[in-house]
């Protein structure tokens, strides 16, 4: 506006400057014998826009003339063009700004929120991204398992010098398709089931964090065009993670605040794939199901018990315990939520933050909850035996472990000790420090306190269930205990079955006969490295007999866990004959590391 109103006062003079230096431009006694007054009145109307136009006025003025070049005519013509062109700038703007203000209608997504993500995906998929001339590439590398080639694995002979080997990676990153999102600071024009929109991707800075913020307007006063584009996006997003479990951890941005990020998506991992009792399996799907079935909510408000839900899986390591957490999201089509109480970055403030902003079902997974040391501080004035309890770490309560005082004492040993004592004074003393990480009573109030939300799912895998505090897994904090224990011998024939009944499907159930004699080993010094990656089919009599001799071999005391089972039966996927031959060596050898408590073993 300002530059049309200065417009308008100097174009007066320009206009008389002008008329005068045409019509006396002959005259000698004229003032305006030379293009001098033009110059004058473009010096006026200019200037404030061009500083530059001051010199340029000053060359014309003392060497135009002597060079014989006349400048005037067309720096006004080029003048007026520039004049023209800004007017029809500003009348565009406010016109733009009037059909944006009062016939358009527009909503605005936070990247805060899961729908951005989802927006920018979608929009990735869409041709007009591709044809788009501001864009923001990136390389998606967490790829889909479903874009893998979906080629029968290959089983060649490989030789110790690596003859054989039929694959390569080294360019697998140069063939994974880059994607297209629309560029911080670009405008999107394109349109969709016959509705023009309008897409603006910004950026703004709040405090220390960059916030994006993705706009999309439509014409009419109705933003309902808008809201049927967002909810088609958000569909073919779940649509296209369709059999897929999606995990979110939590990640720390430039606010130092913590926020979920989606880190993986997996294929949907079958129930029967889960080596567990088939009566415990049973248990907890009849309670998950009746706990997130739709009539359940009310029925908890009627009787005024929160709506909350949370499993214990205890038992040894490699049991299936996370293993029947995933697949039980596949089997209700829920994503799960993996928080680590083991971050020192991770406050009791950003706990309950993460805990607010998860969707309504979900599975919260906290894995390994033993080694969080989420204890009650000790009581120093109960005693165990006769003695404080903790007596050999007296000095968390408060009290100087100090050497006693004796001819012969180290001196180093008492300093140490004094620094220690100095050292956690310091700490306390120190005026708003707090303490790093969760603790008990953080993670109880995050759970089930007063501001926690309802209806998910929490499930806490440990090792060591006896390690955990009475409140953490008291009754309405964990509703159901599932104990997982090493594999018997019906579960190592499940094991054994699951491995290759696929392989036997795939054969046709081919009837019996006897197998085909196996490829020669391969010798490489003293070692013997088996074929066993050629197919040898089995029809179901067959798989069934070998199973069972399988499993006969494993020590029904359950001392060998499932995990340890499948690792073996993985060494020999295509070979189930290897498999029983080389069982009993097998257990034998990881019996004997047991035993010895060693962490490795010489079985093959």
């Known amino acids: 506006m300002e530059l049309v109103d200065h417009a308008q006062g100097l174009l007066p003079t320009l206009a008389a400057n002008v008329t005068d230096t045409i019509s006396n431009g002959t005259d000698p006694d004229s003032s305006f014998s030379s293009p001098h007054g033009v110059m004058e009145g473009l010096l006026l109307f200019f200037g404030a826009q061009f500083p530059l136009m001051a010199i340029f006025v000053l060359f014309h003025d003392k060497f135009g003339s002597y060079l014989g070049i006349d400048l005037t005519i067309p720096f006004i013509l080029c003048g007026f063009i520039w004049v023209t062109i800004k007017i029809m700038s500003y009348l565009y703007e406010a016109v733009e700004d009037l059909v944006k203000t009062h016939l358009m209608a527009k909503v605005s997504i936070d990247n805060s929120d899961a729908l951005f993500l989802q927006l920018t995906e979608w929009l990735a998929w869409q041709?007009?991204?591709?044809?788009?001339?501001?864009?923001?590439?990136?390389?998606?590398?967490?790829?889909?398992?479903?874009?893998?080639?979906?080629?029968?694995?290959?089983?060649?002979?490989?030789?110790?010098?690596?003859?054989?080997?039929?694959?390569?990676?080294?360019?697998?990153?140069?063939?994974?398709?880059?994607?297209?999102?629309?560029?911080?600071?670009?405008?999107?024009?394109?349109?969709?089931?016959?509705?023009?929109?309008?897409?603006?991707?910004?950026?703004?800075?709040?405090?220390?964090?960059?916030?994006?913020?993705?706009?999309?307007?439509?014409?009419?006063?109705?933003?309902?065009?808008?809201?049927?584009?967002?909810?088609h996006a958000k569909e073919e997003f779940y649509a296209k993670n369709d059999a897929k479990t999606t995990i979110s951890r939590p990640k720390m941005y430039e606010s130092k605040k913590f926020r979920w990020e989606r880190v993986a998506v997996r294929l949907v991992r079958p129930l029967k794939t889960v080596v567990l009792d088939d009566s415990y399996k049973v248990r907890v799907l009849s309670d998950m199901h009746e706990y997130l079935h739709a009539a359940t909510p009310r029925w908890y408000a009627n009787r005024g018990i929160p709506l909350r839900r949370g499993?214990?899986?205890?038992?040894?390591?490699?049991?299936?315990?996370?293993?029947?957490?995933?697949?039980?999201?596949?089997?209700?089509?829920?994503?799960?939520?993996?928080?680590?109480?083991?971050?020192?970055?991770?406050?009791?403030?950003?706990?309950?933050?993460?805990?607010?902003?998860?969707?309504?079902?979900?599975?919260?997974?906290?894995?390994?909850?033993?080694?969080?040391?989420?204890?009650?501080?000790?009581?120093?004035?109960?005693?165990?035996?006769?003695?404080?309890?903790?007596?050999?770490?007296?000095?968390?309560?408060?009290?100087?472990?100090?050497?006693?005082?004796?001819?012969?004492?180290?001196?180093?040993?008492?300093?140490?000790?004094?620094?220690?004592?100095?050292?956690?004074?310091?700490?306390?003393?120190?005026?708003?420090?707090?303490?790093?990480?969760?603790?008990?009573s953080g993670l109880l109030n995050a759970i089930d306190g007063v501001s926690s939300h309802e209806g998910r799912v929490l499930i806490m895998t440990?090792?060591?269930?006896?390690?955990?505090?009475?409140?953490?897994?008291?009754?309405?904090?964990?509703?159901?205990?599932?104990?997982?224990?090493?594999?018997?011998?019906?579960?190592?024939?499940?094991?054994?079955?699951?491995?290759?009944?696929?392989?036997?499907?795939?054969?046709?159930?081919?009837?019996?006969?006897?197998?085909?004699?196996?490829?020669?080993?391969?010798?490489?010094?003293?070692?013997?490295?088996?074929a066993n990656n050629t197919p040898q089919p089995l029809t179901i009599d067959e798989l069934s007999h070998i199973a069972a001799e399988f499993s006969s071999k494993i020590p029904d005391n359950q001392i060998i866990s499932s995990a340890e089972i499948q690792g073996f039966l993985l060494m020999r996927k295509k070979n189930p004959r290897e498999a029983v031959e080389q069982v009993g060596e097998w257990v034998e050898s990881l019996i004997k590391q047991k035993e010895s408590r060693s962490k490795v073993s010489d079985g093959k």
């Open 127 to 231: 041709p007009i991204m591709a044809n788009s001339r501001s864009v923001t590439v990136e390389t998606p590398y967490d790829r889909d398992w479903d874009e893998e080639s979906a080629l029968e694995a290959p089983h060649p002979e490989i030789a110790p010098d690596g003859a054989g080997i039929t694959l390569n990676f080294s360019m697998q990153e140069a063939r994974i398709p880059s994607r297209y999102t629309p560029a911080i600071g670009s405008t999107q024009n394109f349109w969709h089931n016959g509705t023009f929109f309008r897409l603006i991707r910004s950026q703004n800075t709040v405090g220390l964090r960059n916030k994006e913020i993705i706009v999309i307007s439509c014409f009419g006063w109705s933003p309902e065009p808008v809201k049927k584009l967002l909810q």
């Open 311 to 440: 499993y214990l899986f205890y038992g040894p390591p490699g049991t299936g315990k996370t293993s029947l957490s995933f697949a039980l999201a596949g089997a209700f089509g829920l994503a799960i939520y993996i928080i680590s109480l083991q971050d020192p970055k991770l406050t009791e403030e950003d706990l309950s933050f993460l805990f607010s902003k998860l969707p309504r079902r979900c599975i919260i997974l906290l894995e390994d909850i033993d080694t969080a040391g989420l204890t009650r501080r000790p009581d120093s004035s109960s005693l165990e035996d006769g003695k404080p309890k903790d007596s050999e770490d007296s000095d968390k309560d408060g009290d100087v472990d100090i050497p006693p005082s004796k001819e012969g004492a180290a001196v180093a040993d008492l300093a140490k000790a004094l620094k220690k004592e100095f050292s956690k004074s310091a700490d306390v003393s120190t005026p708003g420090k707090k303490k790093e990480g969760i603790t008990l």
């Open 462 to 530: 440990t090792n060591k269930p006896d390690a955990l505090d009475e409140a953490l897994i008291r009754p309405g904090r964990v509703d159901l205990k599932i104990p997982f224990t090493n594999a018997t011998r019906d579960q190592a024939k499940e094991l054994f079955v699951r491995m290759y009944e696929l392989d036997t499907k795939a054969a046709g159930l081919l009837p019996s006969s006897p197998p085909s004699s196996p490829p020669p080993s391969i010798t490489a010094g003293s070692e013997i490295l088996p």
